[in-house]
């Protein structure tokens, strides 16, 4: 497909890595379109938006007691508990979320994510023993449309 610079400034026929390596830099881009203290904000701050794009991340305490359900899957006990996070901020609508929780017991899991607005989202875990989900770190990260 040939390459076609059009009247109205814009570039048609260009595939996925159409364009030389060095071909794009920092004075190509909008002015502020991407620097190292955005790229650094979402660590220190916890939060970002890039054009029309918030990303927010967070890390929570799991609590230090669990529930009890039915015998699941073999496992005689399932312990889980679920999680409120508050603190979404920036985001037009409900944002798509990740969790994950940090913990030495291979079953510990994340069973789900729900009732997600633009400020709050529950998490659920389980773990077929308490001691794999209680006191835990719960990070997660939210992506979507910045308000």
């Known amino acids: 497909m040939p390459v076609t610079i059009n009247g109205n400034g814009s570039i048609t026929g260009l595939s996925v890595g159409g364009l030389p390596n060095g071909t794009v830099d920092a004075d190509t881009l909008a002015s502020n379109a991407v620097t190292s203290s955005k790229i650094s904000d979402l660590f220190s701050s916890g939060s970002i938006t890039i054009g029309g794009i918030r990303i927010q991340t967070g890390t929570v305490t799991t609590d230090s007691s669990t529930s009890s359900a039915s015998t699941n899957y073999g496992v005689s006990t399932q312990k ?16 798509r ?11 510990a899991q994340i069973s789900g994510l729900h009732s997600v607005t633009t400020s709050q989202f529950t998490v659920v875990y389980a773990c077929s023993r308490a001691a794999g989900i209680e006191s835990k770190s719960l990070s997660w990260l939210a992506i979507g449309e910045a308000s």
């Open 80 to 95: 889980y508990r679920s999680i409120n996070v508050t603190g979404l901020s920036g985001f037009a609508s409900a944002p």
């Open 97 to 107: 979320v990740w969790a994950s929780i940090a913990t030495d017991y291979h079953e």
